[in-house]
Structure formats: C-alpha cells, structure tokens
C-alpha cells in the first residue's frame, strides 16, 4: 500500500468515527450536566405527615428542598428529583411533568421524582386517601401547598438548565454496615414482631436482611472541580419527630458533606428501599430519637460517602437512556363483613383515646381500596440509564429492602441506585415471604402478595434492555 493511499484511509476512518458521532447527536466526552434547589418548606402552621394523630408545624429547623440534577447527552435529556417530603403522589408526578414539558426542553416521562421520606414534612394531598382525610388531608392549607408543589418541580429542573455545563462522572458503591437494620423479628413465640422494642428478650432474630450499599455518583466539571454528587441509601427517614419542618438525617449528612466538597458542590440524596428497615439498634440501650441522633447517622453516612469517593472509578460512556412501564398490581383482599367495623374505626380515629393502632391500620386499607372499588393499581417503574454502567430505579412506595436487593444483583449495571415512593406511591409493598407473617407492614399494605416481585420483574426486564441498548450504542461508536 502506497502512502498516499494509506493517509486517505487513515481521513476515511477519522471522518467515519466523527459521522458516528454526529449520528448518536454527541462524542464521549460531550455529557453536560446541570443542578439546582428551590424551597419548599410549607408555612407554619401546616399539617404534618408521617402518623395517625394530625399534629402541626410550630416552627422550622431546617428548610425542606427540591433538588434537581438534569443530564444531557446532546440528543437525550433526563432528570432526577429528589424531595424532602414523607412520599409523592401520581398526580404530582404527572401534574409536575406537564409542567416541567411545557417549561423546558426536558421530556416529562424522563423525570423521575422520589421522596426522601421524611415524617417532618407537610401532608401531602390527597382525596383518595381515608386516613389522611379524617386527620388532617382536607385542610386548605394542605391543598394550597399540595397545588403549587408542581410548578415549584418545574422551576427547580428550569434553574438546573441554566447552568448546563460539560461533565465526567465517576461512580461506585459505598459501603455502612452499622445504621440501617430490619425492623421485623423472629419472636421466641413463633410470631413475627414490628420494633418490638429494645433489650426485648424475646428476639429471636431478624426476619430479613439490610441493605448496607451505598450508590454514588460524582460528576465533575471541566478541570476537575467537583459539580455535583448523588447518593442513595436504604434506611426509613423518621428520627426526628416532633413538630419542626425537617429534612432528618439528610440534613445532617449533606451539612456535613458541604463542609467538605464546598457551597457550590450540589449535594443530592435518595432513599432506597427501607419499607421494613429503620434505624433503631435492639440490641442497644441507648435512645435514638431526635435532631442528635439524626445528626449522628447522617455524620456517619457521610463518612461512608467520604470514604467511598475518593477512589470513584471513572464511568465509561456519557449516552443516555429511558424508561418507563405500568405494571398493574392486584388490591388486597379483605372480607365484606370488614367494611362497616372498618368506618366504625375510622370514625373512632379523631376521638382520644383512639383505637388499638392495628385496628386504624387495617382500617384505613380497607376504606381505600373500597372506595377504588377494588380496581387494580396501575403504577410505574421507571428505568434511566448513562452508558453500561449507571443505572436509576424508580419504584412506587414503601419497598421491602429484600425487593430492591434483588434488583440490584440482577443488575447488568455496576451501579444501580433504587429510589422508592418515586413517581407516586401505594404505600408498603412486601415481599411475598412476608404476607403470611403479617404485622404493621402486611396489615397495611394496599396491594395483593406477589406485587413486589411483578416491581422487581419490570425493573430488571427494563434494565436488561437498557444495557442492550447501551450496548449497541458504544459499538457503533
């Protein structure tokens, strides 16, 4: 071969790569990212969420926030928001991806909306709802600020446009072992117990697992400056208590990371699935209530992301991609009978002293699922996705951890992240093993055994197309 002939096929093939690139819309190293946070603490006095007695704010302690963190490949744009709220609603989510389609150029089935889970925020609206009804959901105040939540969404994605900027990301997978454990226990007389109380003796031993990894994701603008980090951690967000709006743990935690990665850094946290898991040692004597102690699991919490991402591997591949399928889920079954001792409870429920706790739980299910008339639930599972290696999850309530580690082993990605009660929520979702144990969880649980697996099939059927997709695109690279 002459070399006249040899440099036009060297031309060839540089001129073939750039038209590859132009193809998928963007080079390797053309992700930009970009982030913001916007307000959203309600006024004082508000009803607030988390319990079955209404109670209100007197005062705030810190702010809660939306924060929002958009991703752009140059032809696919998707986001991820994170509220300092006990849950999320389908109507807020399709209210606020209107909004946010309507306002930026980010489609809105690519957002995805979780809540932190926090019981130190508002109540969040909503009619469908029998308890919240009867203990403070129908207050206008709830409804004002339930109305304009949508429009704070969109803003927050609108600011994180502004400051788009050329990004590389690095992730991987932390690790604390010592924070979260499962509150459901093996008893020494056969039955499963619910935060049966510390030093119990009669404990036997934890009915299921933890999750103890902790999803990181670092992204960097141009000369390393670090722009922004995403976290997510599988532990039940009610330490605090009392009536002060409060973020809980993740307050202390981002507080505590600030210090080290500077104001300018945009801190994002996420919760995993916790729906049995909570923060509460039974094996230790100590008192774990109140801003202290959320202080110190979040301070420990920031160690572990610390700790974690100093050796952050670099991510291969800056494409996007997402998802998202409804599943439907079969309702809970309760017998006819149920539903007249069902409205005597919840009629009961405003009077001091109230009834036995259970009974309201079972209850208020019932009451919900009649007044749907035993339709089925049709929720979403949601899949985004940036090149073979980063995955996010999105799973619409209280999951049991056992569900979103099997998520996260079926995984083809090195990193998934698993965020419940994002994109609306049903409440508790057990596993299956779970339903014929019963307590709290199971008796509260709207939806029928088996509908956490049906979640966790949609998950992994997503992801293992995502990765395909992922896949090709860096071949025809």
């Known amino acids: 071969m002459s070399w006249?002939?040899?440099?036009?096929?060297?031309?060839?093939?540089?001129?073939?790569?750039?038209?590859?690139?132009?193809?998928?819309?963007?080079?390797?190293?053309?992700?930009?990212?970009?982030?913001?946070?916007?307000?959203?603490?309600?006024?004082?006095?508000?009803?607030?969420?988390?319990y079955y007695q209404?109670?209100?704010?007197?005062?705030?302690?810190?702010?809660?926030?939306?924060?929002?963190?958009?991703?752009?490949?140059?032809?696919?744009?998707?986001?991820?928001?994170?509220?300092?709220?006990?849950?999320?609603?389908?109507?807020?989510?399709?209210?606020?991806?209107?909004?946010?389609?309507?306002?930026?150029?980010?489609?809105?089935?690519h957002v995805l909306i979780s809540a932190t889970h926090s019981h130190t925020g508002p109540v969040m609206y909503d009619p469908a709802n029998a308890r919240y009804q009867l203990l403070g959901n129908a207050n206008p105040a709830t409804e004002k600020y339930m109305a304009e939540l949508p429009d704070k969404i969109a803003v927050c994605i609108s600011e994180a446009m502004k400051n788009l900027g050329n990004v590389r990301v690095h992730a991987g997978v932390g690790e604390e072992q010592e924070l979260a454990f499962n509150r459901r226990f093996f008893m020494s007389d056969g039955s499963v117990g619910w935060n049966p109380g510390k030093l119990n003796p009669k404990i036997v031993r934890e009915a299921g697992p933890t999750d103890t990894t902790l999803p990181i994701v670092a992204i960097y603008r141009e000369g390393s400056e670090l722009a922004g980090l995403l976290s997510n951690f599988s532990i039940h967000l009610d330490t605090v208590g009392g009536t002060q709006w409060s973020a809980d743990m993740p307050y202390a935690m981002l507080q505590s990371l600030q210090q080290v990665m500077g104001d300018r850094c945009h801190l994002q946290y996420s919760t995993g699935c916790c729906g049995d898991v909570n923060h509460i040692d039974v094996r230790r004597a100590f008192p774990q209530k109140g801003h202290a102690e959320a202080a110190r699991i979040g301070t420990r919490l920031a160690g572990a992301v610390l700790r974690a991402w100093s050796d952050l591997p670099a991510a291969q591949g800056a494409r996007l991609h997402a998802s998202s399928r409804m599943v439907t889920l079969p309702v809970a079954k309760h017998a006819a009978e149920r539903v007249?001792?069902?409205?005597?409870?919840?009629?009961?429920?405003?009077?001091?002293?109230?009834?036995?706790?259970?009974?309201?739980?079972?209850?208020?299910?019932?009451?919900?699922?009649?007044?749907?008339?035993?339709?089925?639930?049709?929720?979403?599972?949601?899949?985004?996705?940036?090149?073979?290696?980063?995955?996010?999850?999105?799973?619409?309530?209280?999951?049991?951890?056992?569900?979103?580690?099997?998520?996260?082993?079926?995984?083809?990605?090195?990193?998934?992240?698993?965020?419940?009660?994002?994109?609306?929520?049903?409440?508790?979702?057990?596993?299956?093993?779970?339903?014929?144990q019963g307590n709290y969880e199971v008796v509260s649980a709207r939806c029928d055994v088996g509908s956490g697996e049906l979640l966790v099939d949609a998950a992994l059927a997503q992801l293992q197309e995502h990765f395909v997709v992922q896949s090709q695109s860096e071949a025809g690279r």
């Open 4 to 50: 006249r002939i040899l440099i036009v096929s060297i031309l060839g093939w540089i001129l073939g790569v750039a038209l590859v690139d132009c193809v998928y819309g963007q080079s390797e190293s053309s992700l930009r990212a970009g982030f913001a946070k916007v307000d959203i603490t309600p006024t004082v006095p508000t009803p607030m969420a988390g």
């Open 54 to 109: 209404g109670r209100l704010s007197t005062e705030t302690h810190d702010p809660l926030w939306c924060r929002a963190t958009v991703l752009d490949d140059g032809g696919t744009r998707v986001a991820l928001v994170a509220l300092d709220l006990i849950t999320t609603t389908r109507w807020l989510t399709t209210e606020a991806r209107a909004r946010i389609a309507s306002k930026t150029s980010v489609p809105g089935e």
């Open 340 to 436: 007249a001792w069902a409205k005597e409870i919840a009629e009961k429920s405003t009077q001091t002293p109230q009834p036995p706790f259970r009974d309201m739980v079972e209850a208020f299910r019932i009451l919900d699922i009649e007044a749907r008339n035993h339709e089925p639930y049709s929720v979403e599972v949601q899949v985004l996705s940036l090149g073979r290696e980063i995955a996010w999850v999105s799973l619409p309530g209280e999951i049991f951890v056992q569900l979103g580690i099997a998520i996260k082993d079926g995984s083809p990605f090195r990193v998934t992240s698993v965020h419940e009660l994002a994109n609306g929520s049903i409440g508790y979702i057990p596993t299956r093993q779970a339903y014929p």
